[in-house]
């Protein structure tokens, strides 16, 4: 069982990155998939997720309009595209699946202790 993550790396402020998250060992569609992150100093926050049955979407609100969360089933992998990325956005990027289709654990506080399978991180650092 496992999540692992791509995609991450330096960009300036105002550009682009699309992070990956390949999952293995476990039913794709039987679970929420999305990401958190984490910048140093601060706790780790849900940044967006998406039901991998039924394709509804949550993205945290600092991020709606630049980021966009897709799914695709037949290669059990999950995305993020994002872009006019802002030095605030920088993080370590997390990927995580949780049972079930819900999607709150990405936007209650806390809510990361809930997700039960999780990759390894990807660094995003955007310059300024």
Do not use: H
Not at 60 to 86: C, H, P, Q, W
């Amino acid at each position: 069982v496992q999540l692992v993550e791509s995609g991450g790396g330096l960009v300036q402020a105002g550009g682009s990155l699309r992070l990956s998250c390949a999952a293995s060992g476990f039913t794709f569609d039987d679970y929420a998939i999305g990401w958190f992150r984490q910048a140093p100093g601060k706790e780790r926050e849900g940044v967006s997720v998406i039901s991998t049955s039924d394709g509804r979407t949550y993205y945290r609100n600092s991020v709606k309009g630049r980021f966009t969360i897709s799914s695709d089933n037949a290669k059990n992998t999950v995305y993020l595209e994002m872009n006019s990325l802002k030095p605030d956005d920088t993080a370590v990027y997390y990927c995580a699946a949780e049972r079930g289709q819900g999607l709150g654990s990405w936007y209650i506080i806390g809510g990361y202790r809930y997700p039960e399978i999780w990759g390894q991180g990807t660094l995003v650092t955007v310059s300024s």
